[in-house]
């Protein structure tokens, strides 16, 4: 877990952690914000993001969305190179500018710990790690890729899926650690 990332050619992860509801973040966000920016994360933002679900159990040809608007927050360093998002029920470190996954979790870690004295959240239901990046050829090396099949139609990306068995390090606790690649063609 000590290998560079920046070997990998990654250009940007997250690591998130998903919490209880706090219905009342709004009221916390300044004391949090301010635990961060003494860490170096001088940038904020308020922001709403949409979510929409159809209906369960509609049956009428004329489906309308739900749609619900949380609201979240940007708490970054002034470079944008890394920085939080924070919602009602998770947190998010994003970063581009990194050296290893230890620094990413520790950072996440950091967050969450400035979260929970504020909030004092009572558990954390998933951790998660997603990253974005490309994979750089050698010289010499050839890749021949077909993005197109014999039926004409034109291939989107293709999809890798690992699923791995965790020891949670508690007695007869075992989780689960997914691992995705999207490769865009």
């Known amino acids: 877990m000590n ?3 920046r070997d990998l050619h990654v250009s940007h992860a997250v690591v998130e952690a998903h919490f209880n509801p706090i219905a009342a973040m709004e009221n916390y966000v300044n ?11 001088t940038k904020f933002e308020r922001k709403h993001s949409r979510r929409s679900e ?4 509609s049956e009428s040809s004329h489906i309308e969305l739900n749609t619900e608007c949380s609201p979240t927050w940007w708490i970054s360093k002034s470079d944008e190179t890394s920085g939080f998002t924070l919602g009602t029920t998770n947190l998010s470190f994003h970063a581009t500018d990194y050296e290893s996954y230890f620094e990413l979790v520790s ?6 710990h400035s979260v929970h ?3 004092s959240l009572d558990y954390i ?4 790690f997603r990253n974005l990046g490309y994979v750089k050829p050698d010289k010499g090396d050839l ?3 077909s993005n197109q099949s014999d039926s004409g139609v034109q291939k989107q990306y293709t999809e890798s899926k690992s699923v791995f068995k965790t020891d949670c390090g508690l007695s007869g606790q075992e989780g ?6 999207h490769f865009a063609e």
């Not at 004391?31 to 994360?41: A, F, P, S």
């Not at 950072?107 to 969450?112: F, P, V």
């Not at 689960?176 to 690649?181: A, E, F, G």
Request: proline letters at 5%.
């Open 54 to 57: 159809p209906p369960v159990g």
């Open 143 to 145: 890749f021949i890729r």
């Open 107 to 112: 950072e996440l870690l950091t967050g969450l």
């Open 117 to 119: 004295e504020e909030v």
């Open 3 to 5: 290998k560079n990332i």
């Open 125 to 128: 239901s998933q951790l998660g």
């Open 176 to 181: 689960c650690l997914t691992y995705k690649v």
């Open 31 to 41: 004391d949090i914000q301010d635990r961060l920016r003494k860490k170096g994360y």
